[in-house]
């Protein structure tokens, strides 16, 4: 497994070394350790210009998730080469999270929301209350155990959106 | 191999003349002789015909065969070329000076102090028990000018992109009570710093990571260099955690490549000043 992680914005310090230990327990608890997950760390004019080109809002937002495969929700890719072994991209606007969550625990707020991307990757999604209630599940479920392995207290992202 | 300039003991330099007083050289000091006359704006010929018949006296010693060119008893030689070069290196300065962005070198936050010699800056920094030190060099920090598609699209009344002077920097971490300094060169990535708007990748790099003994000019080649590009991941985030602790982190990054540019051109508007001064006999 490949994670890989980069920081491109120059707005909010940030600590790589503890995102990559949270990434790396999420994927062990989707199942997910064996493949390869690329993360930015993005500031507002890159996340503007993505999610303008890509869901033609240019304005930026706090996760945007690029898949590598189309998978059902909770679904595993079967490779079948090295590199379908790429789960895909998550950004996470570390500019807009850090403004909209003031005085919050940043590390956390960006585990929270790492997951939230991680779970998009693996197909899932919340565009009706069903699809919405499975991911939150899910979700839940994967920060349930990385509180226990951190001793954190994480809630899922999407809590009340339906 | 790690910058060995990084540990180079260097004396306290004197901060890097401001382009705007008076030319970086003083006028080149006449020979003992005759003296010039003003340039005058005649062709090149007239200035052999006032030359008259050699005697040691004339104002002006016409050397035969030397193309156009006038001695004019500074040890140099004046052609057209020289007199036209001259006039389009002041033309270039003046227009430097304009474009300059920063008069004086800008300040890196973070209680970062400067000293700079010549093409070579040093940012030091105390931070409990530790000095940390940035050292850098601007000869060859330009990364190539975009290519020649992007080029041929840009519309005509686009203004050029800004030129940015990105060096490769050498970080030196040394405690009190330790003989060894830690050493990290760091690289801009080529492809991506200075354009417009974010790019995906990280700001800077790690690129080779050593220990060497503190306080020793010469660099130790037999002491274990860390190459990065086949690094564990989670090292490569460790030491840039390390960094980002002691104030190297993105935002220094780019603010060291805003006082890079500035002595970039700095030095190089000093260059032609220079260049000016000995092309043109003062």
């Known amino acids: 497994m490949s994670l890989v992680i980069r920081n491109a914005q120059r707005s909010v310090p940030l600590r790589r070394a503890p995102l990559r230990r949270a990434l790396s327990a999420l994927l062990a608890a989707l199942g997910a350790s064996r493949f390869d997950v690329a993360l930015v760390c993005a500031g507002d004019g890159l996340m503007r210009r993505l999610n303008g080109a890509y869901r033609q809002r240019p304005e930026p937002t706090d996760v945007l998730s690029f898949p590598a495969h189309r998978l059902a929700a909770g679904e595993l890719p079967r490779p079948r080469c090295r590199h379908e072994y790429h789960l895909g991209d998550v950004f996470l606007g570390v500019e807009y999270i850090a403004r909209h969550a003031p005085g919050e625990d940043l590390e956390g707020v960006l585990t929270v929301t790492a997951a939230h991307g991680l779970c998009h990757l693996l197909g899932y999604q919340h565009n009706t209350k069903s699809e919405w209630q499975q991911m939150y599940q899910k979700e839940e479920e994967i920060l349930e155990k990385l509180n226990q392995l951190m001793g954190t207290n994480l809630r899922p992202l999407t809590a009340g959106l339906f | ?282």
């Open chain 2, 1 to 282: 191999m790690l910058l060995a300039r990084a540990l180079r003991a260097a004396a306290a330099a004197l901060p890097a003349p401001r382009p705007l007083l008076a030319a970086a050289l003083p006028p080149r000091a006449p020979r003992p002789g005759p003296v010039l006359p003003a340039p005058a704006p005649a062709p090149s010929r007239s200035l052999w015909q006032l030359g008259g018949g050699g005697g040691r006296a004339a104002l002006l010693r016409p050397r035969r065969g030397s193309a156009g060119g006038v001695s004019c008893g500074c040890g140099g030689l004046h052609t057209e070329g020289d007199k036209a070069f001259a006039q389009f290196l002041a033309d270039e300065i003046k227009e430097e000076k304009k474009i300059q962005k920063h008069k004086a070198l800008p300040q890196v936050s973070g209680g970062w102090e400067l000293e700079v010699h010549g093409t070579e800056a040093k940012l030091l920094r105390k931070v409990a028990g530790e000095r940390i030190t940035v050292t850098f060099n601007i000869n060859n920090s330009i990364p190539p000018s975009v290519d020649e598609d992007t080029q041929e699209d840009q519309k005509p009344d686009e203004q050029e992109p800004d030129i940015t002077s990105t060096p490769n920097f050498v970080v030196e971490v040394v405690k009190d009570d330790t003989k060894q300094t830690l050493v990290l060169d760091c690289h801009y990535p080529e492809d991506e710093v200075g354009h417009e708007g974010e790019e995906e990748s990280d700001i800077f790099t790690i690129r080779e990571v050593s220990f060497q003994p503190t306080g020793e000019a010469d660099w130790k080649d037999t002491n274990y260099t860390l190459n990065t590009d086949s690094l564990d991941w989670a090292l490569y985030d460790h030491l840039m955690d390390f960094l980002a602790d002691r104030g190297v982190d993105n935002a220094f990054a780019d603010e060291l490549i805003e006082l890079s540019t500035a002595l970039e051109h700095q030095e190089y508007i000093k260059f032609l000043e220079d260049l000016k001064s000995f092309v043109k006999c003062q």
